[in-house]
């Protein structure tokens, strides 16, 4: 078998959800071990309030990929928006390597750019505003300072708020914008683009600098299956589903 990268995302594990949480450790303890990368567009947890929360599911995910990373399979993070309190703790303890917000890759000789992907969803000012504000040093340096119990209620409520905001916009606001999504390629000058967020899996072509180009989207984790992207040496794209 020619070695593979895989690629998931938007998981939102959480402990009231417990499917995507066995698949997930199905995944990694089975089918992950075979790969050469793997790499997590974020949006992993569906709330992640630091490092120093152990509570479920969070330790045995991370036990998973540690015990994924020492068996020699390379681990790759990107912040979502869910999860953009992943620190240095988290990579100490799974092995796992955090990637800035854009990251170009190497897929066997071809470049690729990966990405959460709420970045790409200019429409929603609203959402970008409060966004550029809690991804400061600053507040997330004065979020991590509170106590674990503080951190838990606010969680609570920021759930409960980004129910009720996205309640009131509609799904064009919430996707990519095809101009942030043309631009962010052209100025990294590739012609492969994977990232998540939307929940709207496709594979969309497109031209970027006039040539022909890809977006590839993936797909959110249900109760019922989750999506791995698998690009091997070789070439080939293939979408695996997970029940
Ligand atoms: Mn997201």
Known sequence: ???ETLFISDLHLSAAKPAPVSRLLRFLND????????????DLFDAYIGDDDD?????NVKHALNRLSRAGTAVFFQHGNRDFLVGSGFCRQTGATLLDDYAVIDLYGRPALVTHGDLLCTDDVQYQTARERVRSSEWKR????KPLWMRQLYARWYRFKSGWDKGGKTAEIMDANPEAVRSAMERFGIDLLIHGHTHRPAVHDLLVNGRSAKRIVLAEWTDSQGQVLCCRSDGTVETEWLD
């Open 142 to 145: 004065q979020a991590l300072a």
């Open 31 to 42: 089918r992950a071990g075979r790969a050469e990368r793997l790499y997590i567009l974020g």
């Open 1 to 3: 078998m020619a070695p």
């Open 55 to 59: 509570s479920a599911p969070n330790r």
